[in-house]
């Protein structure tokens, strides 16, 4: 089956859009991004990684081995620090569609940058998004913005069709920077049978629910990045237990600078 809509037909029929969505917990718009919106915002990423990167904070930048940076892995936060992400989170046609989605105002609150470097970048675990945002209600997206073509060799991102709908499944602890927690029963006949792999040319637009499993492979290409960026919006009716929430950032903060990966 063809998950996919065009971003044109979205914007004149934005009902189609919101009913996939509802329907499957996720969304795919091809061709979100102009080539040249594509190119431009590949050279302001490149600009960051190059002049912001070496003097941001050490928990909002990852490696698979620290000390190289040909392994940078995720960065959190851009529009913390540049202008040009500000722009592409606020008052921009990402929020427009977050608002159409979760059907109201809604708050931006984060902006990533992924990479799996290739041979070395390794697999994202199955979670839910909503696990890591302590949310109630858990009324939230992540966007997911190929920068460059993602296929099943360097590591496309898997949704679990119609999983936004069973609930919040247990978690626990995973050795992958960036992703510190993971389904832990994930595999079930009905997680295989529902399970959508999402090849993705640069500038379609993924969007996922965050109550919506999903995952990666790692990348086995010997040559390819798969650099993407990741938006998160929350309706304005979720509210953060924040307390918790400072809580396990800093456990986590804490524990990867003792282990030396951050
Ligand atoms: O980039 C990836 O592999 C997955 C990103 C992701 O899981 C997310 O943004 O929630």
Known sequence: MDYTVDAQTSRRQPQIALDAFTRDGFLALTA?????????????????????VPQLPR????????GEPDTLKQIVYLYQHESYFE?????SK???LAELLLQGPVVGKNMQYFNKPPRIGKATPPHQDGFYFMLDPCEALTMWLPL?????ENGCVRYVRGSHRRGLR?????????FSQG???????????????????????????????????????ETRTRQALGFVYYSERAKV???????????????MKAKGKI
């Open 183 to 221: 389904v832990t029963d994930y595999g079930t006949p009905q997680d295989r049978a529902d399970e959508v792999a999402f090849p993705a040319q640069a500038g379609d637009l993924l969007i996922h629910n965050a109550m919506t499993i999903h995952r990666a492979d790692g990348n086995r290409s």
């Open 94 to 96: 990402f929020e427009q």
């Open 170 to 178: 247990p978690h626990g602890r995973t050795q992958t920077l960036g």
């Open 148 to 152: 460059e073509a993602v296929d099943e």
């Open 87 to 91: 722009r592409l989170m606020f008052d």
């Open 241 to 255: 237990d924040e307390e918790r929430h400072a809580a396990y950032q800093k456990r986590l903060a804490e524990e």
């Open 32 to 52: 979100f991004l102009t080539p040249d919106e594509v190119a431009e915002t590949r050279t302001e990423v490149a600009r960051f990684i190059r002049d912001r």
């Open 59 to 66: 928990e909002q930048v990852f490696y698979e081995t620290l």
